[in-house]
């Protein structure tokens, strides 16, 4: 079965420190990959997402992720954090296959805490 | 606001109950889905309509869940004889027709069953 793997549950930052959370996933087919935001009392929003063509994505708010086919993998970039980045993070995978509606697979999340 | 909406936001019922949530979609998005998400998880998928017809279900829609998108707009998600293993977050999230746009996420609706 497919499935996304975040391989850090909680990150510490100070602000202005750079950010790179790992996302990878395991299908060999073609995917759509997204990173989605969830800032404390709000509901998910999308940072960014990659289809197709160049495969650096750039996001809202400052936001990156490369995906590296090979690697089968998505990671999230931000050269420097602000506290009000602070919010769990969620990377998810559309895959394409006879049968699916486009449904997300969501990893497990990274939560994201900015010290001032 | 014209995002999705979802009611209630809490729901708190003991075990054994019927419960069922509302999904409004945005109002040109022929495409919903429900998601669950349990503390420490991302959301799973449940099911998927395109308009008023339910294409998908994951295997985590059990027999005591059923849902329905009856004239293509609002959705409900109801789930019979709840258990405190139902207790989780109730995501609804839409999206257009074309395959390049996300899915829009509504705010939930949070079950605890007692």
């Known amino acids: 079965a497919q499935s996304v793997s975040q391989h850090n549950h909680h990150v510490i930052l100070s602000e202005a420190a750079s950010l790179e959370l790992g996302c990878n996933y395991s299908?060999?087919?073609?995917?759509?990959l997204f990173w989605y935001v969830q800032y404390p009392g709000q509901h998910l929003q999308l940072l960014l997402k990659?289809?197709?063509?160049?495969?650096l994505v750039k996001g809202i708010k400052g936001f990156e992720a490369e995906f590296i086919k090979s690697k089968f993998s998505f990671n999230l970039r931000k050269p420097s954090v602000q506290w009000s980045d602070t919010a769990e993070y969620f990377c998810?995978?559309?895959?394409?296959?006879?049968?699916?509606?486009?449904?997300?697979?969501f990893g497990k999340g990274t939560k994201l805490s900015v010290k001032p | 606001d014209t995002g999705v909406s979802q009611d209630p936001r809490h729901k708190i019922t003991k075990r054994g109950q019927n419960v069922t949530f509302r999904c409004d979609p945005i109002?040109?998005?022929?495409?919903l889905y429900w998601y669950r998400q349990t503390l420490g998880q991302g959301p799973e998928f449940l099911t998927y309509?395109?308009?008023?017809?339910?294409?998908?279900k994951s295997r985590l829609l059990s027999d005591r869940f059923s849902a329905e998108r009856p004239k293509g707009s609002f959705s409900t998600l109801e789930i019979q004889r709840t258990e405190q293993g139902d207790s989780a977050m109730y995501l609804c999230?839409?999206?257009?027709?074309?395959?390049?746009?996300?899915?829009?996420f509504g705010p939930g609706t949070r079950l605890t069953v007692l």
């Open positions: 999230a839409s999206r257009p027709g074309q395959a390049t746009n996300e899915q829009f």
């Open positions: 299908y060999g087919g073609t995917v759509n």
């Open positions: 990659y289809f197709s063509g160049d495969p």
């Open positions: 998810a995978v559309n895959v394409h296959y006879g049968g699916s509606q486009g449904n997300l697979i």
């Open positions: 109002s040109e998005h022929n495409r």
């Open positions: 309509f395109q308009n008023e017809a339910q294409l998908e």
